[in-house]
């Protein structure tokens, strides 16, 4: 059982101050896999004076040198990919095609973010004047258990780029792939203090960051609820934030799409990362009179998706990150059946064998409308809830009864048809026919899935503050 007692704080792996441990936890089987000790208010304030200082130097920086950095980590990433991939499974639960594709996708944000900054302008002319795009200054970046190394890279990236230095605070849950994070940064060879990383609680770290007045911006993954304690705490000092908060996503099947395609990608996209994902698709709306056909597609298409060990690659849906999600979980299906929606797989309990870790039967419900719980409130594990429509009307106007709008998806074998949907769906990003992901477009959420953008030039942008210089 190892210790994760571990800090980067002004270019040194340290021992942190901290004195409160708690365990991690394999979600396969509950069982203790490390021990995680908690970075306290000495640990912040050592690492928010870090990443001040080196603020000085590392915002002088030229767009060539940061470019070589961002070469850097990404080369720095790839050659510890298939010991973050373990470290992702271990101790999140991810099937293996997750954490391949997961990790893979992080360490490209560098070079994403790489090829938006060679193109971008940091000095305009607009007007008749000179338009300077300077660093915002030094970032405090939160992020959650479901995709680890993804979130901390969406907003590192951007923020090295556009001349900031960060101090991130993943969670606690993250205590193994932080440990291959931080040995990523360090070995890359960036000024000290650049990047901070200290594992601690959101009550202790969380606040001490977010009421700092040495941060100038917050850059949070997170719940709705979370979200906005930080955001109010980051008032106090006039800090910028971009806050990608939840989601209650719905998909539209028009009546003219091939169901046979789109029903089963509708699973999918409801079931993705074991349904522990933001963009989870956990509201599907179909044609009432095809509801049948619907319920007999999604039936046989979740109880085809194996659910087990994740190490086995034929696994579909692995553990529940923690108990503690896995009862959220149970409670929600409870709920639904005590509101009379109507089962179609899956239900209460774990699956035959696997009761010693955190699984969960992948279940769908028929008959629900847009009043009930599932249907309103973000459950984060595979559970699918089919609503009908009448109209297409109906059906846009289902979508957007939701205090939520980060994700939506639409499927037709018409794309005008499909694309006039989309424009009326109250979201950040639409999917049509596809639940795939393009990483130079922003991603983010209308309502309160959260403010700002992540990817792409937006996304660089929340880290630039814009100086006009006019002349006589």
Not at 10 to 16: A, D, I, K, Q
Not at 138 to 159: D, Y
Not at 370 to 392: C, H, K, S, W
Not at 445 to 463: A, D, T
């Amino acid at each position: 059982m190892k210790t994760y007692n571990t800090g980067l704080i002004n270019g040194e792996l340290v021992t942190l101050h901290g004195t409160q441990v708690i365990d991690l936890i394999n979600p396969s089987n509950n069982e203790v896999i490390g021990k995680v000790t908690m970075a306290d208010e000495t640990d912040t304030r050592n690492a928010i004076a870090a990443a001040k200082k080196a603020f000085v130097s590392w915002s002088q920086t030229t767009k060539e040198e940061r470019l070589n950095y961002l070469q850097k980590l990404y080369d720095a990433e790839m050659l510890v990919m298939e010991e973050l991939v373990e470290a992702t499974i271990t101790e999140y639960g991810a099937p293996q095609e997750r954490a391949i594709g997961s990790n893979a996708l992080s360490a490209n944000i560098f070079q994403h973010v790489k090829a938006t900054l060679n193109d971008y302008q940091l000095v305009q002319t607009i007007g008749q004047s000179q338009v300077f795009f300077e660093p915002v200054g030094v970032v405090a970046i939160f992020t959650p258990w479901n995709s680890s190394a993804g979130s901390m890279h969406i907003k590192l990236a951007p923020a090295l780029a556009a001349g900031c230095t960060v101090v991130i605070k993943p969670s606690e849950m993250s205590a193994m792939q932080t440990d291959v994070l931080m040995k990523v940064y360090h070995s890359a060879g960036l000024p000290p203090g650049v990047i901070n990383v200290i594992c601690g609680l959101g009550e202790v770290v969380g606040k001490t960051l977010s009421l700092s007045a040495d941060i100038q911006k917050i850059a949070f993954t997170g719940s709705t609820q979370i979200g906005k304690i930080i955001a109010k705490d980051a008032l106090n000092t006039m800090k910028r934030f971009t806050l990608e908060l939840g989601g209650k996503s719905p998909n539209i099947i028009l009546d003219d799409a091939d169901f046979e395609i789109a029903i089963p990608m509708a699973v999918r996209a409801c079931f993705l990362n074991n349904g522990q994902a933001c963009i989870a698709a956990s509201r599907l709306l179909v044609p009432k009179d095809r509801l049948q056909e619907v319920i007999k597609l999604a039936k046989a298409t979740a109880e085809s998706m194996k659910v087990g060990d994740p190490r086995d690659p034929e696994v579909i849906l692995g553990p529940l990150a923690s108990l503690k999600q896995y009862d959220r979980v149970q409670q929600y299906i409870q709920i639904a059946l005590e509101e009379k929606a109507e089962l179609v797989t899956g239900g209460p309990g774990h699956p035959a064998g696997l009761e010693s870790g955190n699984f969960v039967k992948p279940t769908i419900f028929a008959g629900v409308t847009n009043d009930m719980t599932i249907a309103r409130e973000e459950v984060f594990g595979p559970v699918l809830a089919i609503l009908t429509y009448q109209t297409e009307e109906e059906a846009i106007s289902i979508a957007n009864d939701t205090e939520f709008g980060l994700i939506a998806y639409v499927s037709s074998s018409d794309h005008d048809r499909a694309l006039a949907v989309a424009r009326k769906i109250q979201a950040g990003r639409v999917l049509i026919n596809t639940i795939g992901h393009d990483p130079l477009t922003p991603f983010g959420g209308f309502k309160q899935s959260g403010i700002g953008r992540e990817g792409g030039i937006l996304g660089l942008e929340e880290y630039l503050e814009p100086k006009a210089i006019i002349t006589a």
